[in-house]
C-alpha cells in the first residue's frame, strides 16, 4: 500500500513539477489512507480545488476500492457521498482544464466507480474526449475505447471514428496490450480487411514484445470470438501465453477463457488440464458467493465424481447468500453437470421464484429451460414462468428475443398456444434467420404433437403459420448472396423441417454459390455436408480442388472437417488419392501437437477410408499418448467421452484386420465386454421377418445363427454355413443365440466369441446384414462408409456378406412371401457362389 502510494507520488510529480513542491492539498491526497480521508479532505478545500487535484482524487477513490477484495468494496458509500457528489460536480466544470490522458483517466475511474453513464459528468467527459479525438495518442485511445464499450457504445459514430483512427495508424501501434485493448473496442465496426490487418499485427506484436500479461491473451480470444473468426495459428500463440500464465489465473478468467473457447469451437487438452489444475487448488480458497460460483461455472463440468460432490455440498450451504444472477449461473452449470441433487435443484428454485419480476426476459426463458432440463418439480413456479414468458412475448420486438421465448414455451407443458403468441411469431417470421424459422417450426411441431385436439385436424392458424415458415425460408435461400453468411445461418439448423423443407434449396443455393468456396470456408462447408448427409459430388469435387490447390493456407488441425464428408459419405473425389495424400502430408509435420480427441477421431475417418498413415497410427497407440487422452476424456462432457472412447475402440480394431504388420495389440476386449452387457439387444420386426424366412429356405432354423458375435465384436445379425457345394450346414444344438418371441436376443451360457469351430473343408460362413436407411445418404442409394469398411472387415474375419437394403426388402417388387424367399435365395447363393 505504501510502495503503491509511493509511485503514485512520483508519477504525479513527474506530470505537475510545479505544483508537487509546494502543494498541500496534493500531500493531504497523498497522505490519505482511505476514501474518507480522500472525501474529507475535498469537503475541507472544495475552493481551493484545481483539475489536477480532482483528477488525483478520483484517482485515489479508485485505487482504494481497487485494492479491496470485490466483496468488501463499498462502492455505493462512495458513489453517494456528499462530498463525492460535489467532487463530480467540480470535475464537470473543469473538464476542459484536464490534459488529455487525464481527461481520459477521470473517466475510467468515474465508471469503476459506478457512476452511471447517463450522468451529466460521464457525458461530458465522453463529449470532450470526442472532441479530442485525433490528437490523442494510442494508449489514451485504447483506454477510451474501452470506457465507450463500459457504456455500451460499441456501434456509435464515435466508435466508428475511433475505428477510422486505428486503420490509419495501426503501423504506429508497438504495444500489444494498448491493441489488444483497441481490437475488444473496434470489434463490432471492422471490416474483413481491417479484421485481417489486426489479425496480423497482433500475430507480429506477440512475438516481438517482452512479458506479456494474460489479459492482452485473453481479450485477443475475445475478439475473435465477437467477429466471429476462429483463425487457428493466433489462437495458439495466445493460448501458449495462457498456459504459461495458468498458475496466476483465478477461476473468473478461467471461466471466461473456457467459455471463449467452447464459443470458437477450440478445445485445448494443455488448457484445459492445466485450467482443472488450477480450479482444483482453488477450491478451499473460493469460500465467497462471488468467487464460488466462478469456480462452480468453470470446474464443474470437467470434474470428477468426487469433486463434483463436494462443489454440490458447498453451493447447498452457500445457497442462501447467493443472488438472483449467480443462481441462474449455478443452475445452468448444473445442468450441463447432468446433476440429480434434488435438494440443490429444489434450493435454486426457490431463489428462483423470489427474484422472478428482476429477471429480464431472455433470462426468464434460461431459468425455464434449466429447470425443465433439471426435471424439477414444482408445478405452480413453472406456470408463473410460462405466464411470464408469454407476457414477455407479446411485447417483445427482437426476433432473438422471441425465437427465444418461443422456443422454451413449447418446452413447457400446455393443451394449446396462446393466439397472442401465434400473432407475435407471425409478424416477426420475415425478420427471421434460418436458424430462428427451424426453432418456430420446431415449437410448432411440439404444440401439434402434444395437443390431443389436433391429432386428426390441424387449425387453420397453424397451416397458415406453417405455410409462411415454408415461404420466408425458402425465399431466404433464393436470395441469399454470401456463401459464408449463409454457412453461419446453416451452422445450427438441424431437425425434420429444415430436412423435409429446406434441404434440397440449401443445395441449389450452395451450388449456385460455388465459385465463393475458398480455402477459408472449406472447412466450415465440409462440416454442414457431414451433419446432413446428403451426397452433392458437385460441392465435393469442388471442396477438393479448392484444398489441394491452398493446402497450405488451410491450418493443420481443419484436416479432420475437410476430409470427413468424403470418409463418411463414402465418396472419391477426381484425383482422390493426391487429394488424401496433400490432407495427409499437410497434418503429419504437426501429428504431436493435434488435441489428443481430435487425433482419434482424425485416424478414425482415415481408416473408414481404408487409409492407415503408419505415423499417425504409431503416433496413436502409444502409451504416453493413450495417458494423455485418459486425462483429456475426464475433462469432456460425457456423450463427447463416450464417442471418443468408441471411435478409439474401432479404430483399433482397424487396424489389427487392416493392419496387422503395424503389430498393434487389440487391448479392446474387456471394454467390448461391457458394451455388450449395456446393450437391450432388440431386434427390429424386419430382421425378425428376415430370421424366419431364412430358415425356411435354409431347411430349418437350426441352419441360421441370429446375432453372431465375431472376433473383434461385430455382431452379425444373421450367420449361415455352406459347404463347397452351396448347401447349407445346420448349427449344433447348443447355438448360443435366440431371437424370443418379444423380438429379445436371448443369450446362452459361454463366450459367443470364442465359440468358432471348425468349418469343414470348403465351407464358408456367410453373413447376412440388413442395411437401414442410415447406411445410406440421404438424397440416393450410395452407401455410406462405415457400411462399407464393416463388410471390408467382416471379410477379412472369413465371411461372404449378404448385404440387404431397406430399399430392395421393402419394394414393390418385393411385395410377397415367395419374392423375398427368392430375393434371399439369390444374395445367399448366387452373390456367394
Known amino acids: 500500500m505504501l510502495r503503491l502510494r509511493s509511485v503514485c507520488r512520483s508519477s504525479w510529480r513527474l506530470l505537475h513539477p510545479r505544483v508537487a513542491g509546494s502543494d498541500q492539498v496534493l500531500e493531504q491526497l497523498f497522505a490519505s489512507g482511505s476514501e474518507e480521508q480522500v472525501l474529507d479532505v475535498v469537503g475541507r478545500n472544495k475552493a481551493k480545488l484545481s483539475a489536477a487535484h480532482v483528477g488525483l482524487a478520483v484517482s485515489r477513490l479508485w485505487q482504494f476500492q481497487k485494492e479491496k477484495p470485490q466483496m468488501l468494496r463499498t462502492l455505493e458509500f462512495t458513489r453517494t457521498h456528499p462530498q463525492f457528489l460535489a467532487l463530480c460536480v467540480l470535475a464537470e466544470n473543469k473538464v476542459e482544464q484536464l490534459p488529455d490522458s487525464e481527461l481520459v483517466d477521470m473517466l475510467y475511474n468515474v465508471l469503476r466507480l459506478s457512476v452511471e453513464p447517463h450522468d451529466s459528468l460521464v457525458q461530458e467527459l465522453v463529449t470532450e474526449g470526442w472532441r479530442r479525438i485525433d490528437r490523442l495518442p494510442m494508449a489514451p485511445l485504447s483506454k477510451f475505447a474501452n470506457c465507450l464499450n463500459d457504456q455500451h457504445l460499441n456501434s456509435s459514430p464515435l466508435m466508428g471514428e475511433i475505428t477510422e483512427i486505428v486503420r490509419q495508424k495501426l503501423d504506429s501501434v508497438k504495444d500489444a496490450r494498448v491493441l489488444s485493448i483497441l481490437m475488444i473496442g473496434v470489434s463490432a465496426l471492422v ?27 485473453r481479450r485477443v480470444i475475445q475478439f475473435l470470438r ?309 451426397l452433392c459430388t458437385p460441392l465435393l469435387d469442388r471442396i477438393a480442388s479448392v484444398s489441394m490447390e491452398h493446402i497450405e493456407k488451410i491450418h493443420y488441425s481443419a484436416m479432420y472437417a475437410t476430409i470427413l464428408p468424403f470418409t463418411v459419405l463414402n465418396y472419391d473425389p477426381p484425383q482422390g488419392d493426391e487429394f488424401f495424400d496433400a490432407c495427409i502430408q499437410h497434418l503429419r509435420p504437426h501429428i504431436s501437437s493435434f488435441d489428443p480427441h481430435l487425433l482419434v477421431l482424425l485416424a478414425y475417418s482415415l481408416a473408414v477410408a481404408d487409409c492407415f498413415p503408419e505415423d499417425v497410427i504409431r503416433e496413436i497407440f502409444n502409451v504416453d499418448f493413450l495417458a494423455k487422452l485418459d486425462a483429456q476424456l475426464e475433462t469432456l462432457p460425457d456423450a463427447l467421452n463416450m464417442r471418443i472412447r468408441l471411435r478409439l475402440m474401432e479404430l483399433n480394431r482397424a487396424v489389427s484386420l487392416e493392419c496387422p504388420e503395424f503389430q498393434i495389440p487389440w487391448f479392446h476386449e474387456r471394454y467390448c465386454q461391457q458394451l455388450l452387457k449395456k446393450g437391450n439387444g432388440s431386434v427390429t420386426a424386419v430382421q425378425q421377418q428376415i430370421h424366419k424366412m431364412l430358415g425356411e429356405i435354409l431347411g430349418g432354423m437350426s441352419y441360421a445363427k441370429v446375432s453372431v458375435l465375431t472376433p473383434y465384436f461385430y455382431v452379425v445379425e444373421f450367420e449361415c454355413i455352406l459347404d463347397r457345394n452351396k448347401k447349407p450346414i445346420p448349427y449344433v444344438e447348443h447355438s448360443r443365440l435366440l431371437i424370443t418371441e418379444e423380438g429379445k436376443v436371448q443369450w446362452g451360457p459361454g463366450s459367443p466369441v470364442n465359440d468358432r469351430s471348425e468349418l469343414p473343408p470348403g465351407a464358408q460362413r456367410v453373413a447376412v446384414d440388413f442395411l437401414d436407411s442410415k447406411s445410406f445418404c440421404k438424397n440416393s442409394r450410395h452407401m455410406k462408409g462405415e457400411a462399407v469398411m464393416r463388410k471390408r472387415h467382416l471379410e477379412i474375419l472369413g465371411y461372404n456378406v449378404a448385404q440387404i437394403p431397406h430399399f430392395e426388402w421393402n419394394s414393390m417388387e418385393l411385395s410377397t412371401r415367395d419374392a423375398w424367399k427368392e430375393y434371399l435365395r439369390k444374395k445367399i447363393f448366387s452373390e456367394n457362389s
Open 191 to 217: 471490416s474483413p480487411r481491417l479484421r485481417d490487418a489486426l489479425i496480423q499485427k497482433m500475430d507480429f506484436l506477440l512475438d516481438t514484445t517482452g512479458p506479456i500479461h494474460f489479459n492482452t491473451p
Open 226 to 534: 465477437n467477429v466471429k473468426h476462429s483463425y487457428r495459428p493466433l489462437m495458439e500463440k495466445c493460448n501458449r501465453i495462457l498456459l504459461r500464465s495458468a498458475k496466476d489465473l483465478d477461476a473468473e478468467n478461467i471461466s471466461i477463457i473456457l467459455g471463449l473457447y467452447q464459443s470458437l469451437q477450440f478445445n485445448n487438452c494443455d488448457f484445459r488440464l492445466a485450467a482443472k489444475r488450477r480450479l482444483s487448488e482453488l477450491l478451499d480458497s473460493c469460500t465467497d458467493p462471488v468467487s464460488f460460483t466462478r469456480l462452480f461455472a468453470a470446474l464443474g463440468p470437467m470434474a470428477g465424481q468426487e469433486t463434483r460432490e463436494r462443489l454440490e455440498s458447498s453451493a447447498l450451504l452457500l445457497a442462501e447468500e447467493l443472488n438472483s444472477q449467480q443462481a441462474l449461473a449455478l443452475a445452468e452449470t448444473m445442468e450441463e453437470m447432468e446433476c440429480r441433487n434434488l435438494q440443490l435443484i429444489n434450493k435454486i428454485g426457490t431463489i428462483f421464484s423470489k427474484n422472478l419480476e428482476g429477471y429480464k426476459p431472455v433470462e426468464i426463458a434460461r431459468i425455464t429451460q434449466v429447470l425443465i432440463l433439471l426435471h424439477y418439480q414444482n408445478p405452480e413456479l413453472l406456470t408463473k414462468l410460462r405466464c411470464f414468458l408469454v407476457s414477455h412475448l407479446q411485447v417483445s420486438v427482437f426476433p432473438y428475443e422471441v425465437t427465444m421465448l418461443t422456443r422454451v414455451l413449447s418446452m413447457l407443458p400446455s393443451p394449446r398456444l396462446d393466439e397472442e403468441v401465434t400473432s407475435r411469431v407471425d409478424d416477426l417470421l420475415p425478420q427471421c434467420n434460418l436458424s430462428d424459422l427451424n426453432t418456430f417450426a420446431t415449437a410448432m411441431a411440439k404444440w401439434v404433437r402434444h395437443d390431443p385436439s389436433y391429432r386428426h385436424v390441424m387449425p387453420r392458424v397453424y397451416v397458415k403459420l406453417l405455410q409462411k415458415l415454408n415461404h420466408c425460408g425458402l425465399e431466404r435461400l433464393r436470395k441469399a448472396d454470401s456463401l459464408d453468411l449463409l454457412l453461419e445461418e446453416l451452422k445450427y439448423v438441424p431437425g425434420e423441417w429444415f430436412e423435409e423443407v429446406l434441404l434440397e434449396e440449401t443445395m441449389l443455393s450452395l451450388q449456385r454459390l460455388i465459385d465463393q468456396i475458398s480455402w477459408s470456408n472449406v472447412p466450415e462447408l465440409a462440416v454442414f455436408l457431414t451433419r446432413t448427409n446428403h
